[in-house]
C-alpha cells in the first residue's frame, strides 16, 4: 500500500491538526518527501508535535522514518523485465485488462492530488502571456509534446512542436526568447538529449513548464512550473494522466482567454472550411 493511500484509510481517526497535516501531504507529496519538519509544520499551518503525531499515527516511528520511506517509494523505478515478471500474475487477459484500468485511474488520482491550484494557475498565466508556446519531448514523450501542440493550436496563434535534438538538429533553440514558454515532457527513464535541451533552456532562461514524473531532483532546477505527473500503468508507462493534465490546460487557457479564444477559433473554422474538400 503506497503512503497515500494509507495517509486516506487514516483520515477518520485524526485530529484537526493531523487531518490539516495530511492534506497538505497529499497534496504535496513530492515536496513533503525532502520538507524539513519545521517547514511542513509551517506549510500545514500547524505544529511540529502535531506532524509528528500524523506520522506516528500512520505507524512510522517519526519524521525521518516517513520521509525515508516517501522517498523510497518515489525512486523506485522497476525497468520493463520486471514491470513484465509482474504482469504475468494475471490469470486473464481480462483480468491484466481490468488491472491496467484501475492503474491507470490511480496515475490520474495521483497526479491531481499532488498538483495545487497556484502552480496550475501560474502554468496557465504563462501560457496565456507567451509570445509562442513550443511543446517539446522525445521518444514515446514526443506523443504527449504532439497532443498539447494540436489542442493549443487550436485556441492561439503561434504554437510549434520544437524540434531541438531530433537529428542532431538544435539551431531551432536559437529562436528562443525569454517571451516565449517552451511546455515539456519528461517521463523516467529520462532521456539524455532531454535533459540536455532542458540545461540549454535553463541556459539562455527559457521559461520551461516541465510535465515530469517522480523523482525529479535532477530536472527540477530547470523548470520555472513543475507539474508532477505519475506515469506507472503497467509494463510501459502510461500517458493517460499526462493527456489529462494537457486537457485540463487546454481548457483553462480557452476559459481565461476568453472572446480573444473565441476570435481565433471562429477564424480557424472559418479556414477550415474553405480549404476543406466535402464529399458532397
Known amino acids: 500500500m503506497s503512503i497515500a493511500e494509507t495517509i486516506k484509510n487514516k483520515l477518520?481517526?485524526?485530529?484537526?491538526?493531523?487531518?490539516?497535516?495530511?492534506?497538505?501531504?497529499?497534496?504535496?507529496?513530492?515536496?513533503?518527501?525532502?520538507?524539513?519538519?519545521?517547514?511542513?509544520?509551517?506549510?500545514?499551518?500547524?505544529?511540529?508535535?502535531?506532524?509528528?503525531?500524523?506520522?506516528?499515527?500512520?505507524?512510522?516511528?517519526?519524521?525521518?522514518?516517513?520521509?525515508?520511506?516517501?522517498?523510497?517509494?518515489l525512486v523506485h523505478q522497476p525497468g520493463l523485465p520486471e514491470r513484465f515478471q509482474k504482469s504475468k500474475k494475471y490469470s486473464s487477459p481480462k483480468q491484466a485488462f481490468l488491472q491496467t484500468v484501475e492503474q491507470n485511474m490511480q496515475c490520474i488520482e495521483k497526479t491531481f492530488l499532488g498538483l495545487s491550484g497556484a502552480v496550475m494557475s501560474d502554468a496557465v498565466n504563462r501560457?496565456?502571456?507567451?509570445?509562442?508556446?513550443?511543446?517539446?519531448?522525445?521518444?514515446e514523450s514526443f506523443a504527449m509534446a504532439h497532443y498539447a501542440y494540436t489542442r493549443f493550436l487550436t485556441i492561439r496563434e503561434n504554437v510549434s512542436v520544437l524540434s531541438a535534438g531530433y537529428n542532431g538538429e538544435v539551431e531551432s533553440l536559437l529562436s528562443l526568447t525569454e517571451e516565449d514558454v517552451c511546455l515539456v515532457f519528461l517521463f523516467h527513464r529520462y532521456t539524455r538529449q532531454t535533459v540536455q535541451v532542458l540545461s540549454v533552456l535553463k541556459e539562455r532562461k527559457i521559461p520551461v513548464i516541465l510535465i515530469t514524473s517522480p523523482p525529479f531532483d535532477s530536472v527540477k532546477d530547470a523548470a520555472t512550473v513543475l507539474l508532477p505527473c505519475y506515469v506507472d500503468g503497467g509494463i510501459k508507462n502510461t500517458s493517460v494522466a499526462?493527456?489529462?493534465?494537457?486537457?485540463?490546460?487546454?481548457?483553462?487557457?480557452?476559459?481565461?482567454s476568453g472572446e480573444e479564444t473565441l476570435r481565433y477559433m471562429k477564424q480557424s473554422e472559418a479556414l477550415y472550411h474553405a480549404v476543406s474538400v466535402l464529399d458532397d
Open 127 to 139: 501560457l496565456k502571456k507567451a509570445k509562442r508556446i513550443f511543446t517539446f519531448g522525445m521518444k
Open 12 to 73: 477518520d481517526g485524526m485530529t484537526k491538526s493531523e487531518y490539516r497535516v495530511a492534506m497538505y501531504c497529499l497534496g504535496n507529496l513530492q515536496t513533503v518527501a525532502f520538507d524539513t519538519l519545521e517547514s511542513l509544520a509551517n506549510k500545514a499551518a500547524t505544529s511540529t508535535t502535531s506532524v509528528l503525531r500524523f506520522c506516528r499515527r500512520l505507524d512510522f516511528c517519526g519524521f525521518k522514518d516517513f520521509q525515508d520511506t516517501m522517498r523510497a517509494e
Open 242 to 256: 499526462a493527456a489529462c493534465l494537457i486537457d485540463c490546460l487546454f481548457n483553462a487557457l480557452a476559459t481565461e
